[in-house]
């Protein structure tokens, strides 16, 4: 039971260049997340999908897209990528529940640097 | 909006002394409270969530918070801090469905 897996673990990209950023869950969990963190910014939301077919925006979602693919891969692309999105991208996924007690968990990260 | 805030981003202690970390609370409705640590070059992982059921929560690895209505705060405790403990902290809110907001984070230093 590996958890939430990403890949890759580590990227440099050039400004301008594309990539997509792969994660995907075995606990079969209903809702997926994708999240930056910055130093001294804590975790920013960018896109969440509550249920397989769905996506909606979260905090800071522009310059990014993603697609779910499936109820297991949540995938993040950045088309045209920036210096400003050099971070450490993490995805998350949870039950999907409304009631209080849903947790998310969250996959190891991946360290982004855009030159 | 529903926020929290992270006071100290670094709190250093010595092995065996009390940890605090603190964390308020901004919330119109009774809130869910949750928090995080992050080792190095990990992601996250829960250490405990407050859901009303009970006002001190007892998490892992030996940490406990208690919520307190009166001074909107959820701090984080630890009567015996490990060299393993060192790393970073996060509090959370929860402010809908399914989304999690995120305090800036502090960073614990356990010195021997």
């Known amino acids: 039971n590996a958890g939430v897996t990403q890949t890759p673990k580590f990227q440099v990209l050039k400004t301008g260049q594309s990539m997509t950023l792969q994660c995907a869950q075995d606990m079969n969990h209903n809702s997926m997340y994708w999240y930056r963190q910055d130093p001294g910014m804590g975790l920013r939301l960018i896109y969440y999908s509550a249920s397989e077919g769905t996506t909606d925006k979260g905090e800071v979602p522009n310059g990014y897209n993603v697609s779910r693919l499936n109820k297991r891969e949540f995938s993040l692309r950045l088309e045209s990528a920036a210096p400003s999105q050099t971070s450490v991208y993490f995805c998350a996924s949870s039950e999907g529940l409304e009631r209080s007690t849903d947790t998310q968990y969250f996959g190891p990260g991946t360290r982004l640097t855009v030159l | 909006a529903q926020s929290v805030t992270q006071l100290g981003s670094h709190v250093s202690v010595s092995e065996g002394a009390l940890v605090l970390l603190r964390c308020n609370y901004s919330?119109?409705?009774?809130?869910?409270l949750f928090w995080y640590v992050q080792y190095p070059n990990q992601g996250l992982q829960l250490l405990l969530k407050y859901t009303s059921a009970a006002t001190l929560v007892k998490g892992i690895n030996g940490f406990e918070a208690e919520f307190k209505k009166s001074e909107t705060s959820f701090h984080l405790t630890k009567p015996s801090a490990h060299m393993s403990d060192a790393a970073e902290y996060f509090c959370?809110?929860?402010?809908?469905?399914?989304?999690?907001?995120f305090g800036t984070g502090t960073r614990l230093l356990v010195s021997p």
């Open positions: 959370a809110v929860r402010t809908g469905f399914q989304k999690l907001v």
């Open positions: 919330s119109s409705v009774p809130p869910y």
